[in-house]
């Protein structure tokens, strides 16, 4: 059972739709990394941490060593949303 939910915003979805499209190869390491931040955000393999600056109160996630998900939490319903998808070039946007 699911213990955070996963909240995808308008934003999100545009962008997880192109990058999923420009990198079919990592859709199911991608689908796994939902999976594991459903159910434990902090399970290592994701190497959830903290960002800075610009981004600060933001975490990220590895979907690969090359690509990440830029995350919120919203601690009070236990929800996590979605904000962007891609290579360390995200952190620039």
Do not use: C, W
Request: no cysteine.
């Amino acid at each position: 059972m699911s213990r955070f939910k996963l909240i995808f915003t308008e934003s999100y979805l545009k962008r997880e739709k192109k990058f999923l499209k420009k990198h079919p190869e990592l859709i199911e390491r991608y689908k796994k990394v939902l999976r594991l931040l459903e159910l434990n955000p902090n399970h290592p393999s994701l190497r959830l941490h903290k960002l800075k600056g610009k981004l600060a109160g933001k975490y990220s996630v590895s979907i690969t060593m090359s690509y990440r998900i830029i995350l919120t939490f919203a601690v009070t319903e236990k929800g996590i949303v979605l904000i962007d998808i891609g290579s360390h070039d995200i952190y620039q946007s």
